[in-house]
């Protein structure tokens, strides 16, 4: 958040941390700064298919998306799928995962499972000597 | 924030539920469609199978679904030039034209010689296959069929033994309950195998409540890297090394829990000196030796007081033994340091292992789970593709299962379990589907619910052979793909006097050139003779380019009607505590472009022909075995009728749940669903019946099949000798191989991100892939590869003694027994109408050589032999 020149990285009041598309200038000081290689740089939108191909349903669906979202020439990162966590939803990976390996909820109360968890399975942070205080938590290994 | 801007008005939004269609498991998925497209697939809550989660390949269904590639058009072969490497100049044409040419060529074959024609279907859509093929094979009159090609990819032995002796299809850890499992190289709970996902939670779940897993693989796969002891062990001697664990346990160690073996297993019946039951004259059942009243008895006289299971005894003048002392016996001559020899496992591993599941299965421990006391057993040994692909996969499978067996750990807490389970009392309101289990005249355990009308218990009744595979005459055979790919299938079909040659092939979905064997040996010496193909595809595969005449445009999973597809449950349904779900498959939208539904056309083929009443019968027939009991009266399929293929679906969902809860019904959730019972689930003491430890049924089926083979001059064409009674370890034709040229044992295993040879064009799995090391690669030992001058990613061939090769990119990892060579998933595909998939990993089963000298006669199986 420190090296935007545009504020287009924002911290929102639950803690999630969004990218606006039309503030970010591209300028990947983000990219550089993050200690978990985290950002992503998405130059152009692909298609999937190959250039030769008309773009499918899908992929005009996901690019509109992608565009109304994080645009081109801009710097993306997880934003837990906000859009899916304003409608109650849980973001796309805690689903997507077969082994139930993942979890989401809110750190700010002591009783949600994440926080539980996160006491009973010594939880911990990757890299915690940059003091990002970062939303995602381990497990240790049992 | 930038989410609120400039969001488009979405005029539709739902969420259907169905069933995933990208592998068998079948997992329960919810599509969500806006305008009209299929944005994502998600797991559907509701659902027994997935419980709301599903993997990446049922997430990448919409690629499938809108891939540019799929054939959207009926296609026909503008050269007649058939073979790899032809360009078949594909040509569209109208449906009319391709349906008119199909009838016309069905009706000259049908005139002529029905039993003239072969179904091949993929294992990917099973439950499709359970109407179309059957429907059609009965009322056309013919029985060639295969899976996909019946190949390395078939779990031939598995299944079998599987469902002599768990009445499913497979076996799996109660994983909510187990405290140790012997996982003998499959990736059951790791991403792969029937019930993938549930397994995968449950494996989970089990890891973190600290069940201890021992993998037994020569590479160090998920599984092994999950597992808590990785065992190297040579590719294709696993069953030397559980037959040796199961000496220790016997002999050495003397554990084995006698209750068990007593009640629920043949090992009190008494064998004569030939090997044969000691049956009793006048009822003809098999015979057992009251210890306490020093009598022998029928097994199921009410008068037992106790059974003997060890002392060869004198009944009517001949000694009988009991097949346990048999087995206790047989299995010493597989001492550890034996197995080492063979396995390269060290004997004090063997031991240790043997000692510690040994004791886990705390015989004798009881647990009460809803009520009821159960005995409850934690452990389990399971296998799959690792036990499956090589010669003798039948015995070593069942080596492996014997494990479980003798500490009396199947069926019942915490030990293998059959999927399903295979046991259902039926939904409340119809007590349908009803599959319960029931004994025969041996007191053996006959499944009732089954994907084919011919069950893996009792045998099927050796005949003379009307199949072109010869499949008819080998009792413990699903299909046999050796008569067919051999070069000697000529000199066979004259020999077995079949009346006629290979006319047309339908195919469904499967691409024979690759899942078999050697591409050209398969495609020159049996594909090429059919005189018309045709065939219902998503792509344009090897198999069509190289010998396909029509190709027809299917619908995929997320387009058409299925109205059963976690029934029969011994296949794809989750097993342990949970709930039962009949899911269906409904389309979340309308096919595309002129994309047609595979069980439709079948049905207007049918039609077409004449034969529709036939075709309703043989549905009204198969539905008992497959999906739990006979149709009511007023809803089986009716003479006369024109049904549509929906009426179908929505006349066996009525019959099983009642008449308000038909199709309509079934479509709000895509699931119907009710609570499993515990006697249902572990239903091994709650049922009177007993799976066998002594296979005497075996020899009878030997003698029966060499007697035809003899009539035709045969006897010598396979090595009989292994239709025995008791498990054997036999050598592969690799492990005999005793020159020094070839010198690495090459094998394939299961990626899990990756279904057969279907999803390596779906441009997400393809991108999963490329991110892992070794899904595309060959893997080799470091130390392997130092020796021959390798460095990570040079690109070699791959040669086999019979002078097939393959190539691919070497990837160097300690990670692997050093004399192996590890190739993942159905890859290499060449197709230009697949360009993602094309050129992308190696081709491994190009290397598997399918002729007599390669071929398993127990069950008559084609192996990898390279
Ligand atoms: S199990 Fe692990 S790798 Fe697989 S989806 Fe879940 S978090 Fe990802
Ligand atoms: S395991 Fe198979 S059925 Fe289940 S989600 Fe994955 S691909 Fe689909």
């Given at each position: 958040?420190?090296?935007?020149p545009?504020?287009?990285?924002q911290?929102?009041?639950?803690?999630?941390?969004?990218?606006?598309?039309?503030?970010?200038?591209?300028?990947k000081?983000?990219?550089?700064?993050c200690?978990?290689?985290?950002?992503?740089?998405?130059e152009?939108?692909?298609?999937?298919?190959?250039?030769?191909?008309?773009?499918?349903?899908?992929?005009?669906?996901?690019?509109?998306?992608?565009?109304?979202?994080?645009?081109?020439?801009?710097?993306?990162?997880?934003?837990f799928?906000v859009?899916?966590?304003?409608?109650?939803?849980?973001?796309?990976?805690?689903p997507?995962?077969?082994?139930?390996?993942?979890?989401f909820?809110?750190?700010?109360?002591?009783?949600?499972?994440?926080?539980?968890?996160?006491?009973?399975?010594?939880?911990?942070?990757?890299?915690?000597e940059?003091?990002?205080n970062?939303?995602?938590?381990y497990?240790?290994?049992? | 924030?930038?989410?609120?801007?400039?969001?488009?008005?979405?005029?539709e939004?739902?969420?259907?539920?169905?069933?995933?269609?990208?592998?068998?498991?079948?997992?329960?998925?919810?599509?969500?469609?806006?305008?009209?497209?299929?944005?994502?697939?998600?797991?559907?809550?509701?659902?027994?199978?997935?419980?709301?989660?599903?993997?990446?390949?049922?997430?990448?269904?919409?690629?499938?679904l809108y891939?540019?590639?799929?054939?959207?058009?009926?296609?026909?072969?503008?050269?007649?030039?058939?073979?790899?490497?032809?360009?078949?100049?594909?040509?569209?044409?109208?449906?009319?034209?391709?349906?008119?040419t199909?009838?016309?060529?069905?009706?000259?074959?049908?005139?002529?010689?029905?039993?003239?024609?072969?179904?091949?279907?993929?294992?990917?859509?099973?439950?499709?296959i359970?109407?179309?093929?059957?429907?059609?094979?009965?009322?056309?009159?013919?029985?060639?069929?295969?899976?996909?090609?019946?190949?390395?990819?078939?779990g031939?032995?598995?299944?079998?033994?599987?469902?002599?002796?768990?009445?499913?299809w497979?076996?799996?850890?109660?994983?909510?309950h187990?405290?140790?499992?012997?996982?003998?190289?499959?990736?059951?709970?790791?991403?792969?195998g029937?019930?993938?996902?549930?397994?995968?939670?449950?494996?989970?779940?089990?890891?973190a409540?600290?069940?201890?897993?021992?993998?037994?693989?020569?590479?160090?796969?998920?599984?092994?890297?999950?597992?808590?002891?990785?065992?190297?062990?040579?590719v294709?001697?696993?069953?030397?090394?559980?037959?040796?664990?199961?000496?220790?346990?016997?002999?050495?160690?003397?554990?084995?829990?006698?209750?068990?073996?007593?009640?629920k297993?043949?090992?009190?019946?008494?064998?004569k000196?030939?090997?044969?039951?000691k049956?009793?004259?006048?009822t003809?059942?098999?015979?057992?030796?009251?210890?306490?009243?020093?009598?022998?008895?029928?097994?199921?006289?009410?008068?037992?007081?106790?059974?003997?299971?060890l002392?060869?005894?004198?009944?009517?003048?001949?000694?009988?033994?009991p097949?346990?002392?048999?087995?206790?016996?047989?299995?010493?001559?597989?001492?550890?340091?034996?197995?080492?020899k063979?396995?390269?496992?060290?004997?004090?591993?063997?031991?240790?292992?043997?000692?510690?599941f040994?004791e886990?299965?705390?015989?004798?421990?009881?647990?009460?789970?809803?009520?009821?006391?159960?005995?409850?057993?934690?452990?389990?040994?399971?296998?799959?593709?690792?036990?499956?692909?090589?010669?003798?996969?039948?015995?070593?499978?069942?080596?492996?299962d014997?494990l479980?067996?003798?500490?009396?750990?199947?069926?019942?807490?915490?030990?293998?379990?059959?999927?399903?389970?295979p046991?259902?009392?039926?939904?409340?309101?119809?007590?349908?589907?009803n599959?319960?289990?029931?004994?025969?005249?041996?007191?053996?355990?006959?499944?009732?619910?089954w994907?084919?009308?011919?069950?893996?218990?009792?045998?099927?009744?050796?005949?003379?052979?009307?199949?072109?595979?010869?499949?008819?005459?080998?009792?413990?055979?699903?299909?046999?793909?050796?008569t067919?790919?051999?070069?000697?299938?000529?000199?066979?079909?004259?020999?077995?006097k079949?009346?006629?040659?290979?006319e047309?092939?339908?195919?469904?979905?499967?691409?024979?050139v690759?899942?078999n064997?050697?591409?050209?040996?398969?495609?020159?010496?049996y594909?090429?003779?059919?005189?018309?193909v045709?065939?219902?595809?998503?792509?344009?595969?090897e198999?069509?380019?190289?010998?396909?005449?029509?190709?027809?445009?299917?619908c995929?999973?997320?387009?058409?009607?299925?109205?059963?597809?976690?029934?029969?449950?011994i296949?794809?349904?989750?097993q342990?505590?949970?709930?039962?779900?009949?899911?269906?498959?409904?389309?979340?939208?309308?096919?595309?472009?002129?994309?047609?539904?595979?069980?439709?056309?079948?049905?207007?083929?049918?039609?077409?022909?004449?034969?529709?009443?036939?075709?309703?019968e043989?549905?009204?027939?198969?539905?008992?075995?497959?999906?739990?009991g006979?149709?009511?009266?007023?809803?089986?399929?009716?003479?006369?009728?024109?049904?549509?293929?929906?009426?179908?679906?929505?006349?066996?969902?009525?019959?099983?749940?009642?008449?308000?809860?038909?199709?309509?019904?079934?479509?709000?959730?895509?699931?119907?669903?009710?609570?499993?019972?515990?006697?249902?689930?572990?239903?091994?003491?709650?049922?009177?019946?007993?799976?066998?430890?002594?296979?005497?049924?075996?020899?009878?089926?030997?003698?029966?099949?060499?007697?035809?083979?003899?009539?035709?001059?045969?006897?010598?064409?396979?090595d009989?000798?292994r239709?025995?009674?008791?498990?054997d370890?036999?050598?592969?034709?690799?492990?005999?191989?005793?020159?020094?040229?070839?010198?690495?044992?090459?094998?394939?295993?299961?990626?899990?991100?990756?279904?057969?040879?279907?999803?390596?064009?779906?441009?997400?799995?393809?991108?999963?892939?490329?991110?892992?090391?070794?899904?595309?690669?060959?893997?080799?030992?470091?130390?392997?590869?130092?020796?021959?001058?390798?460095?990570?990613?040079?690109?070699?061939?791959?040669?086999?003694?019979?002078?097939?090769?393959?190539?691919?990119?070497?990837?160097?990892?300690?990670?692997?027994?050093?004399?192996?060579?590890?190739?993942?998933?159905?890859a290499?595909?060449?197709?230009?109408?697949?360009?993602?998939?094309?050129?992308?990993g190696?081709?491994?089963?190009?290397?598997?050589?399918?002729?007599?000298?390669h071929?398993?006669?127990?069950?008559?199986?084609?192996?990898?032999?390279?």
């Amino acid at each position: 958040m420190k090296v935007c020149p545009t504020q287009a990285t924002q911290q929102r009041s639950d803690g999630i941390v969004t990218v606006d598309k039309d503030l970010c200038v591209g300028c990947k000081y983000c990219a550089i700064a993050c200690p978990y290689g985290a950002r992503n740089f998405v130059e152009k939108w692909t298609s999937y298919f190959g250039d030769d191909q008309p773009l499918s349903p899908l992929e005009e669906y996901g690019k509109k998306k992608w565009i109304e979202k994080f645009g081109e020439g801009t710097s993306t990162k997880c934003d837990f799928c906000v859009e899916r966590v304003e409608k109650g939803l849980k973001p796309a990976c805690i689903p997507g995962c077969p082994a139930n390996a993942r979890y989401f909820g809110d750190l700010d109360d002591p009783e949600s499972e994440v926080s539980r968890l996160i006491k009973t399975e010594r939880g911990f942070q990757l890299a915690p000597e940059f003091g990002t205080n970062p939303r995602v938590y381990y497990l240790s290994p049992r | 924030m930038a989410l609120e801007k400039g969001q488009s008005v979405v005029k539709e939004d739902v969420w259907i539920g169905t069933s995933c269609g990208q592998c068998y498991c079948q997992c329960g998925v919810r599509a969500h469609r806006v305008d009209g497209v299929v944005i994502r697939v998600e797991g559907n809550p509701k659902a027994a199978a997935g419980q709301g989660r599903i993997c990446p390949k049922g997430v990448a269904g919409p690629m499938l679904l809108y891939d540019p590639y799929r054939v959207n058009y009926p296609l026909k072969r503008g050269n007649p030039k058939k073979g790899i490497g032809v360009d078949p100049q594909w040509q569209r044409i109208s449906w009319e034209e391709a349906m008119d040419t199909i009838v016309e060529k069905l009706r000259e074959t049908y005139k002529k010689d029905p039993r003239a024609c072969l179904f091949q279907a993929t294992t990917t859509q099973t439950s499709e296959i359970r109407f179309a093929v059957t429907g059609f094979m009965k009322a056309f009159g013919f029985t060639n069929y295969w899976v996909s090609g019946g190949g390395v990819h078939c779990g031939n032995g598995a299944h079998f033994m599987n469902g002599i002796m768990h009445a499913a299809w497979s076996i799996v850890p109660d994983f909510q309950h187990c405290n140790y499992v012997l996982n003998f190289g499959c990736s059951k709970g790791h991403g792969a195998g029937h019930v993938a996902v549930e397994n995968a939670f449950q494996a989970a779940d089990a890891r973190a409540r600290g069940c201890r897993t021992v993998v037994f693989d020569p590479f160090l796969s998920a599984q092994a890297a999950k597992g808590h002891e990785w065992v190297p062990i040579r590719v294709g001697t696993d069953g030397a090394a559980a037959l040796a664990m199961i000496n220790v346990i016997l002999n050495e160690l003397g554990i084995y829990d006698a209750e068990y073996i007593k009640l629920k297993t043949n090992g009190s019946y008494l064998i004569k000196p030939d090997g044969f039951y000691k049956r009793d004259p006048k009822t003809n059942k098999p015979m057992i030796w009251d210890r306490v009243e020093g009598k022998a008895k029928t097994f199921d006289d009410p008068s037992i007081v106790d059974y003997e299971l060890l002392e060869s005894v004198n009944v009517d003048g001949e000694t009988c033994t009991p097949a346990f002392r048999l087995l206790k016996d047989h299995v010493k001559s597989y001492p550890p340091e034996k197995a080492e020899k063979i396995t390269g496992v060290p004997a004090s591993t063997l031991r240790r292992i043997a000692k510690e599941f040994a004791e886990e299965a705390r015989i004798g421990s009881k647990i009460v789970i809803d009520g009821k006391e159960i005995p409850y057993r934690p452990v389990a040994a399971i296998f799959f593709r690792g036990a499956q692909g090589h010669v003798n996969s039948g015995w070593t499978c069942l080596s492996i299962d014997l494990l479980n067996h003798i500490v009396g750990a199947a069926d019942t807490v915490g030990s293998s379990l059959g999927l399903g389970p295979p046991n259902s009392h039926g939904y409340p309101d119809t007590g349908k589907p009803n599959t319960v289990m029931y004994a025969d005249d041996d007191g053996l355990m006959v499944a009732k619910g089954w994907v084919y009308d011919h069950k893996a218990y009792p045998l099927h009744e050796p005949k003379a052979p009307t199949r072109l595979d010869l499949h008819d005459m080998f009792p413990t055979s699903i299909y046999n793909c050796f008569t067919i790919c051999s070069p000697d299938n000529e000199k066979l079909w004259q020999q077995f006097k079949i009346p006629y040659r290979p006319e047309i092939l339908i195919n469904f979905g499967s691409n024979s050139v690759m899942t078999n064997s050697n591409a050209e040996a398969i495609t020159e010496n049996y594909l090429k003779k059919f005189k018309f193909v045709f065939s219902f595809d998503i792509y344009l595969t090897e198999f069509t380019d190289a010998v396909a005449d029509i190709v027809l445009p299917d619908c995929c999973f997320l387009e058409r009607y299925t109205p059963a597809v976690t029934f029969p449950s011994i296949f794809s349904h989750p097993q342990g505590l949970g709930n039962w779900g009949w899911q269906i498959r409904q389309p979340v939208i309308e096919p595309m472009y002129e994309r047609r539904d595979f069980n439709e056309i079948m049905l207007e083929l049918a039609k077409r022909l004449g034969i529709a009443d036939k075709y309703y019968e043989a549905l009204n027939a198969a539905v008992p075995t497959r999906y739990g009991g006979p149709l009511n009266e007023e809803n089986k399929l009716k003479p006369g009728e024109d049904y549509t293929w929906q009426e179908i679906c929505d006349r066996l969902i009525r019959d099983r749940f009642g008449p308000d809860k038909g199709l309509e019904y079934a479509k709000k959730d895509g699931v119907i669903t009710w609570p499993k019972k515990v006697d249902e689930i572990y239903w091994k003491w709650f049922l009177n019946v007993r799976v066998p430890i002594y296979f005497e049924f075996f020899p009878v089926g030997r003698e029966k099949v060499k007697k035809i083979a003899e009539q035709f001059g045969a006897g010598d064409m396979l090595d009989w000798s292994r239709l025995k009674a008791l498990p054997d370890w036999y050598p592969c034709p690799t492990h005999m191989y005793d020159g020094t040229e070839y010198d690495l044992y090459p094998f394939y295993w299961r990626a899990v991100m990756h279904t057969n040879s279907l999803t390596m064009q779906n441009p997400w799995l393809d991108e999963i892939a490329q991110q892992d090391p070794y899904a595309y690669t060959i893997q080799i030992h470091t130390e392997t590869a130092k020796k021959k001058g390798l460095q990570d990613l040079d690109w070699v061939w791959l040669e086999n003694p019979e002078g097939h090769r393959v190539k691919g990119q070497v990837r160097l990892t300690e990670g692997i027994e050093p004399q192996h060579l590890a190739i993942a998933a159905c890859a290499g595909h060449w197709t230009p109408f697949q360009p993602i998939a094309k050129g992308k990993g190696v081709f491994f089963n190009d290397l598997v050589e399918a002729d007599l000298a390669h071929t398993d006669p127990h069950p008559v199986h084609a192996v990898r032999g390279s």
